[in-house]
């Protein structure tokens, strides 16, 4: 009995009834600790736009480098913008931060620190717009605010504020849509396409007589070994990878129109000869008609005047496999569809 | 009067349900701490109930997974008026780490259900979990207890 009147004559205490009715968590309890790792805070005058941030920020949607406008005086700055609705306060962006003060604070970190070097870039990216399908991934995917637009229904790339890190060719699903071009050395780069291009059309046009069996939709494929090309274009600018890079490049655009020539079906009708806007098909008594392919503009008139079949209109497209070993252009050869006299 | 009483124990008793939407779990572990005796959530008259029938405040974390659509519908709909959503973490509002290229989340959740508070964070801290319950739930609740439907 007694103890059920020690119980309440506990609730019965002013201390007990003062302190029931302001309960509360210490303060010290409520507030975030000085180590607490908040929300990083940009100081953006000490910005140098690398986009180290960007690179090591693991959140999909938390930073954004965005670039001012220039006033009159002075560049606009440019400097990384947290969200905080979708920053998951790791810190990375902070430890990775290589100007000095720090563009970015935070609370402490815990990143062990590696040693940070800016890459220097020898690329500029570009969209192709005639394989672009506007799906407008990279402009999800890109780091900086408004580098990729959209103009004129055309995806494109502003290159005032590109950072070139390279994320838009990952996301693209079209191959060859986003490029990296090199931007040095172009006169030897024009040297290596000029390369390339020759050398292709001349080993296609070696698979002459195989192409000419090619009937209505069918495709017919090969493969070219790319090693000794390679070797050739070392010769004019010893660079590996930007000469993979050209190939790349070039074997994703590349349409190659072919012309064929069938000597026994050609009746010497010359109708041709007067209809070729290059003058490149010429009549001799003793050759016949002769077309001369360095001047040939491939533009398929005689294909469309012929009357007897003699010549045959081929589209060829191509695809680098730079990744193995032995590098193989792979081609496929199909009919133009132009409509086919026979 | 009658009102002024209702105000009065509707502010000072808030009812909580948690929903996870699909996502780490790590926001309802906030919420557990926030349960217990460090920050005792209860001295503020919030109760953890996990029944949106007898909820006031709907806790949304996760990154609203396929399933949950339609799911989360029904539960807002289930909770009586008068109702207040508060999104906690970056999941209910961008979708966060998993809405990659390819994922299934339907972030944000504002697009299904309306959202009243939101606290941004991966996670957020428990005192701003119960800051945002604490500034949007009494009055919020007080006030929408007043309207004639």
Known sequence: ?342 | MLDGLKDIIRKSSIHVCLVNTGGCNGCDIEVVALLSPRYDLEQYGIYVHNNPREADVLLITGALAEQWKDKLQKIYAKTPEPKVVVAIGNCPLTGDVFNQEGSSVNAPVSDYIPVDAEVSGCPPRPTEILAAILAVGPDAIAARGRQKL
């Open chain 1, 1 to 342: 009995m007694s103890s059920v009147i020690w119980y309440l004559y506990e609730f019965a205490r002013k201390s007990w009834a003062e302190n029931f009715a302001a309960a509360k968590s210490d303060k010290e309890i409520m507030d975030a600790p000085d180590r607490f790792r908040n929300f990083p805070e940009v100081h953006k005058e000490y910005c140098i736009a690398c986009g180290a941030c960007t690179a090591a920020c693991p959140a999909p949607m938390a930073i954004k480098l965005v670039r001012d406008e220039d006033s009159e005086h002075e560049d606009g700055f440019t400097y990384p913008v947290i969200n905080n609705r979708g920053c998951i306060r790791c810190g990375f962006c902070a430890e990775v931060c290589p100007t000095d003060p720090k563009t970015l604070t935070c609370g402490e970190n815990h990143l062990i620190r590696e040693d940070f070097t800016i890459l220097p870039v020898d690329k500029k990216f570009v969209i192709d717009d005639y394989l672009c399908i506007r799906c407008k991934k990279c402009m999800k995917t890109c780091k900086v605010g408004d580098a990729i637009v959209e103009e004129d229904n055309k995806i494109v790339i502003d290159q005032s504020k590109c950072i070139s890190c390279g994320e838009c060719l990952k996301t693209c699903p079209v191959k060859g849509a986003i490029k990296g071009i090199h931007i040095s050395n172009v006169e030897e780069q024009k040297e290596i396409i000029n390369l390339v291009v020759d050398s292709l059309e001349s080993k296609i046009e070696a698979e002459q007589d195989k192409i000419k069996d090619i009937k209505g939709s069918d495709v017919y494929s090969f493969d070219i070994s790319a090693v000794e090309l390679i070797e050739e274009a070392r010769k004019i600018l010893d660079d590996d990878e930007l000469i993979d890079d050209i190939i790349e490049n070039i074997t994703d655009r590349l349409k190659l129109r072919l012309i064929t020539w069938d000597k026994n079906k050609c009746t010497n009708c010359r109708l041709c000869v007067k209809e070729c806007p290059s003058g490149a098909i010429k009549y001799t008594s003793e050759e016949g008609v002769i077309r001369n392919p360095d001047k040939c503009l491939r533009c398929s008139i005689c294909y469309q005047t012929c009357p007897f079949g003699a010549i045959g209109y081929y589209i060829s497209r191509f695809l680098y496999k730079r990744d193995e070993a032995d590098k193989l252009i792979h081609v496929t050869v199909k009919t133009s569809d132009l409509p086919v006299r026979s």
